[in-house]
């Protein structure tokens, strides 16, 4: 009895403190996002001629985020009946913006205008003893392009 009260409880702890963080996140976010949004970034490999003649530099940005036992738990619960598991959804979310806010940050630190050639690579890091997965590392990267002449 004592152990399901206890698993009860990290759910509940997951469920309170995971939705709080995950939106206290959200919305810090949103704001450098915001703050950010004049470093344009592109998936093309090509840097466009308004941007010539330019300086290049490769920019990175890295994030682990952990899943909480409340997600881990809903996530087992979709195992059994399979489907989409939305509870996951966020967390890669939040991973993928902040990897791609750390990445600008690092661009707007050498004055660029763009990032070019962004990719996003993802990995698990670390196994439970059940080996569920327990965090996941998102890396943003991509080629900052200061450009010596005002962009037209």
């Known amino acids: 009895m004592?152990?399901?009260i206890g698993v009860l409880l990290l759910i509940g702890l997951g469920f309170v403190f995971g939705r709080y963080a995950e939106q206290r996140h959200f919305k810090r976010l949103r704001q450098e996002e915001a703050r950010l949004q004049s470093i344009l970034v592109f998936n093309t490999k090509e840097v466009p001629a308004q941007f010539q003649p330019c300086r290049v530099s490769l920019v990175?940005?890295?994030t682990v985020i952990a899943?909480?036992?409340f997600k881990?738990?809903?996530a087992s619960l979709r195992n059994i009946v399979g489907g989409n598991v939305s509870s996951f959804e966020s967390l890669i979310e939040r991973a993928r913006r902040e990897s791609i806010v750390r990445m600008k940050q690092e661009a707007?630190?050498?004055g660029a205008n763009a990032v070019f050639n962004m990719r996003i690579e993802t990995s698990a890091i670390g196994q439970g003893d059940d080996k569920s997965q327990v965090s996941v590392e998102v890396y943003a990267y991509g080629t900052a392009v200061v450009s010596d002449e005002p962009v037209r």
């Open 72 to 74: 881990s738990f809903v």
């Open 2 to 4: 004592q152990t399901l």
């Open 108 to 110: 707007e630190q050498l």
């Open 60 to 62: 990175g940005g890295n």
């Open 67 to 69: 899943v909480d036992y």
